[in-house]
Nanobody
Framework: QVQLVESGGGLVQAGGSLRLSCAASGHTFSRYVMGWFRQAPGKERTLVTAINWSGGSTYYHDSVKDRFTISRDNAKNTVYLQMNSLKPEDTAIYYC??????????????????WGQGTQVTVSS
């Protein structure tokens, strides 16, 4: 079992930055693929970015490439999402998720086994 707790969301103006953190419980954190999903009102939950167990491979949705950076610290059981040049369309609830098997390139939410409670990110224009 893995428990995930996100933090770092908030309100920011367009062009600003936020850093989300996701703290995981459990001693097997380093074995999991970690992902960040987001869900805007009335829209599906979609994968924004994912990182493999070592941090050596990452996936980014086209909409966030060159603006967002995912990283992880296995010693701290934490995954981060640095979000720069934020846009109003980035407004959503952001969820941290863990995947016990498979690759970072499986983008469907059904591939993830554990979820955080979500943190709201609001970008004003």
């Amino acid at each position: 079992q893995v428990q995930l707790v996100e933090s770092g969301g908030g309100l920011v103006q367009a062009g600003g930055s936020l850093r989300l953190s996701c703290a995981a419980s459990g001693h097997t954190f380093s074995r999991y693929v970690m992902g960040w999903f987001r869900q805007a009102p009335g829209k599906e939950r979609t994968l924004v970015t994912a990182i493999n167990w070592s941090g050596g491979s990452t996936y980014y949705h086209d909409s966030v490439k060159d603006r967002f950076t995912i990283s992880r610290d296995n010693a701290k059981n934490t995954v981060y999402l640095q979000m720069n040049s934020l846009k109003p369309e980035d407004t959503a609830i952001y969820y941290c998720a863990a995947r016990s098997a498979g690759t970072i390139y499986f983008t469907d939410r059904t591939g993830y086994d554990y979820w955080g409670q979500g943190t709201q990110v609001t970008v004003s224009s």
